[in-house]
């Protein structure tokens, strides 16, 4: 899930118009989509001139940083600065699906993709699945939403567009970031689980599922609302075992609820 609508417009975002330049290292405009609290779609443009690498000064010492021996050069801090300005509107943007159904002050991408990484975090040991690369694809998996927004299926984008579009939206990103190993492995997370291509991202993909399942009961229980659409949605699609048992806890604890309202 993802979002087209956000919360009021954040003062060190946007001019009163709705518009403002952002000064990010790259000589190219990045336009992301703003959407105010009437869902009247805005653009926020993402600008700045990248600063040279020789006047760049890193510690050639320390194994992985700068461009000696240790491995090639990272992100300068305006680079860093200026990629963690543009996911900035992954905690402001509200997810799309809770939205529709009338929640208010619903979870923001960022809510979503943080209690996906806690999962990661305290799930077992799994043999062949290492779990720090879990955390780390739960938290790059929905990020081009930065970008693009939540697509859902409820907007009518075919599967193959919306993948590009995030691709798309991914690769700025990672110029802002200033390429290097960092986007890199960026890259490869995200493409890991956009393909399913891996134990850890089979398992990251059930959290997914997971979270959104926890997420609607926990919102069933405070607006008493039924919201079968999500679990009727992730229904016999769990991959893994971990999946499975969590799926069937939440299920069970939504079932002695329903049981105890009639």
């Not at 960022?110 to 779990?131: C, E, F, K, Q, S």
């Not at 999946?243 to 009639?262: C, D, H, P, Q």
Request: glycine fraction near 6%; hydrophobic fraction near 35%.
């Amino acid at each position: 899930m993802a979002s087209i609508a956000a919360p009021k417009a954040n003062p060190c975002f946007l001019s009163h118009n709705n518009l403002q330049r952002l000064k990010i290292s790259h000589n190219r405009a990045i336009k992301v989509p703003f959407f105010s609290e009437q869902q009247s779609r805005r653009l926020v443009s993402v600008c700045s001139n990248k600063p040279e690498l020789g006047s760049i000064k890193t510690d050639q010492t320390i194994p992985g940083f700068g461009s000696g021996t240790g491995g090639p050069p990272i992100s300068s801090p305006s680079a860093a600065i200026d990629f963690l300005t543009l996911c900035h509107r992954l905690k402001s943007t509200k997810r799309k699906g809770w939205i529709n159904h009338g929640i208010k002050g619903p979870e923001s991408i960022a809510d979503h993709m943080y209690r996906m990484a806690l999962m990661a975090l305290i799930a077992d040991d799994l043999l062949g699945v290492n779990r720090e690369r879990c955390v780390k694809i739960a938290i790059v998996h929905d990020i081009a939403e930065a970008i693009v927004g939540d697509i859902t299926p409820s907007d009518g984008v075919p599967k193959q567009e919306k993948s590009r579009m995030e691709q798309e939206a991914l690769d700025e990103m990672c110029e802002v970031l200033g390429g290097g190993m960092r986007a890199e492995e960026i890259k490869e997370l995200w493409q890991e689980y956009e393909n399913n291509s891996s134990l850890e991202a089979n398992l990251v993909k059930d959290f997914d599922k997971v979270e959104m399942i926890l997420q609607a009961l926990e919102y069933e229980t405070e607006h008493g609302k039924i919201l079968d659409e999500f679990f009727l949605s992730t229904a016999g699609k769990f991959q893994t075992e971990t999946g499975k048992r969590w799926a069937a806890e939440i299920i069970s604890r939504r079932n002695a609820r329903l049981a105890n309202r009639t």
